[in-house]
């Protein structure tokens, strides 16, 4: 098992920073890709940004490229996400995934699907007021 912890949400004014910490603990040694996704008040949850394990594999949403960095301290077992020019429209509960399996870059895809992952965090509130 491995347990997510996520941290660092609160209210931020629009065009503010913030970031985002998911620390993890467990079975790390087995994780092998992390991602961090958000979820609007009665929406589906939606990817955001994927690391791989190496760090070499990352991918953003078209909604947050440009505007967020995703990076890994294998150390800490912690993912950080960065997020700057924050919008309203960001406003959201972000959850930090872990991924088990090895994913096949070599296709040209990426694990941007919930069912991707393998393990999730609780969730921490994003708020960007206009």
């Known amino acids: 098992q491995v347990q997510l912890v996520e941290s660092g949400g609160g209210l931020v004014q629009a065009g503010g920073s913030l970031r985002l910490s998911c620390a993890a603990s467990g079975r790390t040694f087995s994780v092998n890709g992390m991602g961090w996704f958000r979820q609007y008040l009665g929406k589906e949850r939606e990817f955001v940004a994927h690391i791989s394990w190496s760090g070499g594999r990352i991918v953003y949403s078209d909604s947050v490229k440009g505007r967020c960095t995703i990076s890994r301290d294998n150390a800490r077992n912690t993912v950080y996400l960065q997020m700057s020019s924050l919008k309203p429209e960001d406003t959201a509960v972000y959850y930090c995934?872990?991924?088990?399996?090895?994913?096949?870059?070599?296709?040209?895809?990426?694990?941007?699907?919930?069912?991707?992952?393998?393990?999730w965090g609780q969730g921490t509130q994003v708020t960007v007021s206009s």
């Open positions: 995934a872990a991924r088990v399996d090895p994913w096949p870059y070599y296709s040209g895809t990426y694990p941007v699907r919930r069912n991707d992952y393998d393990y």
